[in-house]
């Protein structure tokens, strides 16, 4: 392809068009391209063994990784992120149809995440519970899940961890996400609202906003930020809270944004699958771990990281189900698998009498 070089110093608005589309064209005919060859690199994996994976979360964390180490210019990297996302979303949508089911309703901050880590080419359906998501993935009506697992407010979400005790699916990404609470009402008008609806967590992080700004409004806990924008569509004088996200799904109207107490909040998820993503040059490992009920044993078990310098960057506990006062660990540490000193650490771990462990996946550090 050989082009004029673009005059980036017109002096008219039809000339400054005209550049505009000049550049327009171009990027048109090289998205062509990559579609070209993204469907030539679908052919390979579809001639290679069965199960080869079409969707590569380490690759496409590379290219994110690569386009912000080279980034430059007017356009805010996040941008630059969600332009790609939507590339690679279409591209993939060229090798395989692929689909997702998340924690539902639609409009949740799940389902924001799942956008966020899939793009909008991927079939999406929403469940009524995490046990759900499990399920659709397990049985095979979806390719891979959703699920929300951490609120850096709240804590841990208890109903993802403990189903990892009885699935066979693997982490295979994880998603962050800034946490940004909105009021929303069908007017705009901070005086009209009579009730507010909110998921329990969503009114507890406003909780202070709330008693400083709306002291005698009544506050109704739902089961999710979807049903509070839901009613509030609905009903005369409600108000929501919820992520804009929601806001504009809803039809409703931003009364005031940013209304949670604490800053830099912060919700992680998890993409749950079959597949095993290969190492991608910054990647997290998470297993569970039990053990008897013996002093010193956890000593023990964070030894063997800990002489391996291998970073853990959680530890939650849970009771077994099996037996009381029995526990299981969920730690994640930074690594992969495949890498030396993680994979020397895990069969360390393997060989202590007592101890039990699962892997639950190596995948991506989040990179966008
Ligand atoms: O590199 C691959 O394996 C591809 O399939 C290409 C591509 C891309 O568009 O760049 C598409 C989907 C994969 O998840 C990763 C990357």
Redesign the pocket.
Known sequence: MSHDPIDLNPSTLVELRDGIDAIDDRIHDLLMKRAEL?MR??EL?GKGPAGTP????E??AQ?HRRLEGRHGGPLPVEAVHRIFRE??SA??NL?KQLSVAYLGPEATFTHEAALKQFGSAFTMFSTRTITEVFHEVEIGRANFGVVPVENSLEGVVIHTLDRFVRSPLNICGEVLMPVELNLLARGGVLGEVRVIYGHFSALDQCAQWLSHYLPQVKRVEVASTAEAAERARREEGAGAICGPFAANRYGLVVIAEHIEDQARLENRFLVVGRESPAPSGADKTSIMVSFLDDPGFLHRILGVFAERGINLSRIESRPTQERAWDYLFFIDMEGHRQDEGVSAALEALGALSGVSVKILGSYPQHAL
């Not at 079409?54 to 979360?57: D, E, I, S």
């Open positions: 993204v690199v679908g994996k079409f969707y590569r979360p690759r496409e290219i590339i690679i591209s993939l090798e």
